[in-house]
Nanobody, 122 residues
Framework: HVQLVESGGGSVLAGGSLRLSCVLS????????VGWFRQAPGKEREGVAR????????YYADSVKGRFTISQDKAKNTVYLQMNSLKPEDSAMYYC????????????????WGQGTQVTVS
């Protein structure tokens, strides 16, 4: 059973960068898709980016396109989210999630979740 552990969150000034990491306890190849989601207080959880672990294809939410990059390192069983040009509206708890089958950027498509890492942009 795959477990996910996120890290890399923190507080940064607007325009700054952070790189989030999601380490999978099992092999990335045991999943079909890994995604990053975020949830701000009082708001619904929203998809940020996802990567198909097989072919490495990616998909981004319009709000982060051109600023965020999702990538994977299969040797390290790790998925990254590089976040550049951060804005205050990017502040949220960021979650990593994995799916064995469907690869849609929607929370309901993912069955395995990490505990989250906080990102604050001021």
């Amino acid at each position: 059973h795959v477990q996910l552990v996120e890290s890399g969150g923190g507080s940064v000034l607007a325009g700054g960068s952070l790189r989030l990491s999601c380490v999978l306890s099992g092999s990335i190849s045991s999943t079909n898709c890994v995604g990053w989601f975020r949830q701000a207080p009082g708001k619904e959880r929203e998809g940020v980016a996802r990567i198909k672990t097989g072919d490495g294809s990616t998909y981004y939410a319009d709000s982060v396109k051109g600023r965020f990059t999702i990538s994977q390192d299969k040797a390290k069983n790790t998925v990254y989210l590089q976040m550049n040009s951060l804005k205050p509206e990017d502040s949220a708890m960021y979650y990593c999630a994995a799916s064995r089958w469907v690869c849609l950027l929607a929370p309901a498509s993912f069955g395995i979740w990490g505990q989250g890492t906080q990102v604050t942009v001021s």
